[in-house]
């Protein structure tokens, strides 16, 4: 019984810090949102403890029909919107820290295939430069 329980801890633990070559990834989180909705946006600190920058390439999840890096601007008219990241990639400043955040970057689940409500985990796959893949679990939350 104790090595089940601990199993179960280490995969909590797992879950909700990710790390490979100095890029750590934390408190990975989604919102939830209509079941017609076909988007769904999620959340994380990208930390690097490296000495050389490196960039967040890429998103996949079996989850999503496509991922894309995302963030949100206010348009001419005061509206805020969301586009493809500049450049296609976001940057991970050596040493430093990149939050993706409600109004700011995000990782984009478009044409969703799981449904984003309170209690759903969602597998990413992150894909950087120098660090790799790093996998994580979204956990989707109230707002």
Known sequence: MKRIVFFLMLVGLVSACASSGGITVESVWGR???????????????????????KLLSAKSDGCGTVELHESYQEANGMMGMRPVTGGFIPIPAGGTVELKVGGLHVMCINR??????????????????????KVVADIRAQ
């Open 32 to 54: 939830d949102s209509p079941k017609t909705a076909m988007a769904g946006a999620v959340y994380m600190q990208i930390k690097n403890t490296g000495a050389q920058p490196d």
């Open 113 to 134: 295939k799981v449904d984003f409500t309170v209690g759903t985990k969602v597998p990413l796959t992150l894909m950087f430069e120098k660090a790799g893949e790093i």
